[in-house]
């Protein structure tokens, strides 16, 4: 079975800074990897997703992760972030061989200050 | 393309009453996953609908119970509300691996 894995459940951090979220999974057989975001009060919005091609993927709002299959991690970072990221971040795993579901993590909340 | 839709986006309910939650996938998907997301607790995931056929289900009660129309839209039905099914509840429409978030329905049982 696959599990997802996001170690830190908060995550404060000054506008400006650099943040890195992390995320582990455990799985038998080859994975797609994604990051979702949640803004208060709203649904999951697809972040970035890796299926295949170059490890390193990136977003549009200058979010990126980078999929490191010998350490079951697929860690996102953002060089500097705004007040406006500040949201709850979910890692999930699906199986390459089987759409029976996606796993999320629990979810990482990062609080960016001012 | 429209997304993917829920209705209603609020509820409030009575404990021991029935509730039934809707979603419409996003044109030309055929597969629904319904999650509940409880106040620190994640996303659990709940029911797969594909082809209107309940593909898989998560670990909960008989009570949550749901199905697939032929238009692939999904209703999402729980008998006999708790206090704790007071919850987000998401629906995704899917696409490969990929899945498709709506707004969510919040639920509210008190």
């Known amino acids: 079975a696959q599990s997802v894995t996001q170690l830190d459940s908060q995550v404060p951090v000054f506008e400006e800074a650099p943040v890195e979220l992390r995320c582990n999974y455990s799985?038998?057989?080859?994975?797609?990897l994604f990051w979702y975001v949640q803004y208060p009060n709203q649904g999951l919005q697809l972040l970035l997703k890796y299926l295949s091609g170059s490890t390193l993927v990136k977003s549009i709002n200058g979010f990126e992760a980078e999929f490191n299959k010998s350490q079951t991690s697929f860690h996102l970072r953002k060089p500097s972030v705004h007040i406006s990221d500040t949201a709850e971040y979910f890692c999930a795993v699906s199986v390459k061989t089987s759409y029976d579901k996606v796993i999320f993590g629990p979810g990482t909340s990062l609080s960016v200050i001012p | 393309e429209a997304g993917v839709t829920q209705s209603p986006t609020h509820l409030i309910k009575t404990r021991g009453q029935q509730v039934t939650l809707r979603c419409s996938p996003i044109?030309?998907?055929?597969?629904v996953y319904w999650y509940q997301q409880a106040l620190g607790l994640g996303l659990q995931f709940l029911l797969w609908?594909?082809?209107?056929?309940?593909?898989n289900r998560g670990n909960f009660p008989p009570r949550f119970s749901g199905r697939q129309f032929p238009n692939y839209s999904s209703e999402l039905n729980v008998n006999a509300l708790e206090l704790e099914d007071s919850a987000l509840y998401l629906c995704?429409?899917?696409?490969?691996?990929?899945?498709?978030f709506g707004q969510g329905t919040r639920l509210t049982v008190v």
């Open positions: 995704a429409s899917i696409w490969g691996p990929e899945a498709f």
């Open positions: 609908y594909d082809e209107g056929e309940e593909r």
């Open positions: 799985s038998s057989v080859s994975v797609y």
């Open positions: 044109s030309g998907h055929t597969s």
